[in-house]
């Protein structure tokens, strides 16, 4: 009985291996793509409210090109987001009265409602969408606050003050009130 079913699976395992050995030798084997960084020179990045584009051969990257306006039009909005969200942490950690706090507003003031700009104005949406992180860390610092789940305030302004020390970091490429930055940074 053995016998009889060891040759046929002898000529299939044969048959297997020779087809195996067939298809690596005939196969085409796929070049490797190489990286290529696409070329930012064909990319013209144009300014809101319908200025003219950016002209890419001035030496600079379109990245900072973007950057350097944002910054002289947004910067101390940014600052002075940070010093409403400073003393509203501040005010959280001071364990100020939930009645008091409760009338707290994160979205409804002037701050944030510039902020909100500032954000969605930004060149680079990834940076525009960390800007919106940290008000969404400082708006959900407070609730968690006003629902006394103490363990996610903690969370929440942990992730409110690692943004925040990002932002001194970008700040400071392209400073307009370098002594603001310094002393809101040291708070």
């Avoid at 699976?9 to 796929?30: D, E, P």
């Avoid at 001035?58 to 969200?85: K, M, N, R, Y």
């Avoid at 930004?122 to 968690?144: F, I, Q, T």
């Amino acid at each position: 009985m053995l016998s009889n079913l060891m040759l046929p699976v002898l000529v299939c395992a044969g048959c297997l291996v020779i087809i195996l050995f067939v298809y690596l030798k005939t196969r085409t084997k796929s070049e490797r793509k190489a990286f290529a960084v696409p070329n930012n020179q064909s990319i013209k990045p144009v300014r809101n409210e319908g200025s003219e584009p950016l002209d890419p051969d001035s030496g600079q990257t379109a990245l900072d090109q973007g950057l350097l306006p944002w910054h002289a039009l947004f910067e101390s909005t940014v600052l002075d987001f940070i010093e409403f969200s400073d003393h509203l942490v501040e005010a959280i950690d001071s364990g100020r009265l939930l009645e008091d706090m409760k009338g707290v507003d994160v979205f409804e003031a002037n701050e944030t409602l510039e902020f909100q700009r500032a954000a969605s104005e930004h060149p680079s949406p990834e940076m525009g969408a960390e800007l919106s992180a940290l008000l969404a860390a400082v708006s959900s610092s407070l609730h968690a606050y006003l629902r006394g789940d103490t363990d996610l305030t903690k969370q929440q302004q942990s992730v409110y003050s690692e943004y925040r020390e990002m932002w001194f970091q970008r700040l400071r490429q392209f400073p307009q009130d370098i002594d603001r930055i310094i002393r809101l940074r040291r708070a």
